[in-house]
Antibody
Framework: EVQLVESGGGLVQPGRSLRLSCTAS????????MSWFRQAPGKGLEWVGFIRSKAYGGTTGYAASVKGRFTISRDDSKSIAYLQMNSLKTEDTAVHYC?????????????WGQGTLVTVSS | DIVMTQTPLSSPVTLGQPASISCRSS???????????LSWLQQRPGQPPRLLIY???NRFSGVPDRFSGSGAGTDFTLKITRVEAEDVGVYYCMQVTQFPWTFGQGTKVDIK
């Protein structure tokens, strides 16, 4: 079964850092791009960033709201994608989801993990 | 940024009846490669999003055929032919044609 499990969320003070992990199973992790999205409480979905597979350079892209503060990386040997979040702000409070994709010329995203809640508050 | 506008924002539907959601983008979603990267996602209460449709009209694996997508350019539609109880949730359109990737506000579908 293809599965993604996020971990690392929690309560953190403004200005501090947190690292989220997305552990994959059931597929060849290194063959796929991986993306992060988030959803503030009671709000809609927002793209955070993504990382291409090593075959496509492993390059990254980020939303303007997190660029310079967040970094996405991957460890293909462990099938884990990471979201390093620095200089956290209260507006970063959200459930953070990882997903496989965008995939190939179809640009689909599947599956989505269950998400991990990050709460930024003093 | 491309702004995605969904209508309606709320859609109470009778079981067995159809539902339709519109999604309009502020600019064309046709990519330079000729593809249109418009997807539809479903989010059931308390669940993560789930992919339904990609590239306007392609149903993802395991998605019931009562779901269909159509449209072109800047106007897109998700249709449910006969709403079932398990279809209750929020539906989002999403574009990945241009960075930053953006979503519609979401349309809440519930049962009358």
């Amino acid at each position: 079964e293809v599965q993604l499990v996020e971990s690392g969320g929690g309560l953190v003070q403004p200005g501090r850092s947190l690292r989220l992990s997305c552990t994959a199973s059931g597929f060849t992790f290194g063959d796929y791009a991986m993306s992060w999205f988030r959803q503030a409480p009671g709000k809609g979905l927002e793209w955070v960033g993504f990382i291409r597979s090593k075959a496509y350079g492993g390059t990254t892209g980020y939303a303007a709201s997190v660029k310079g503060r967040f970094t996405i990386s991957r460890d293909d040997s462990k099938s884990i994608a990471y979201l390093q979040m620095n200089s956290l702000k209260t507006e970063d409070t959200a459930v953070h989801y990882c997903t496989r994709g965008p995939y190939g010329g179809a640009a689909w995203f599947d599956p989505w993990g269950q998400g991990t809640l990050v709460t930024v508050s003093s | 940024d491309i702004v995605m506008t969904q209508t309606p924002l709320s859609s109470p539907v009778t079981l067995g009846q159809p539902a339709s959601i519109s999604c309009r983008s502020s600019q064309s979603l046709v990519h330079s490669d000729g593809n249109t990267y418009l997807s539809w996602l479903q989010q059931r209460p308390g669940q993560p999003p789930r992919l339904l449709i990609y590239k306007i009209s392609n149903r993802f694996s395991g998605v019931p055929d009562r779901f269909s997508g159509s449209g072109a350019g800047t106007d897109f539609t998700l249709k449910i032919t006969r709403v079932e109880a398990e279809d209750v949730g929020v539906y989002y359109c999403m574009q990945v044609t241009q960075f930053p990737w953006t979503f519609g506000q979401g349309t809440k579908v519930d049962i009358k």
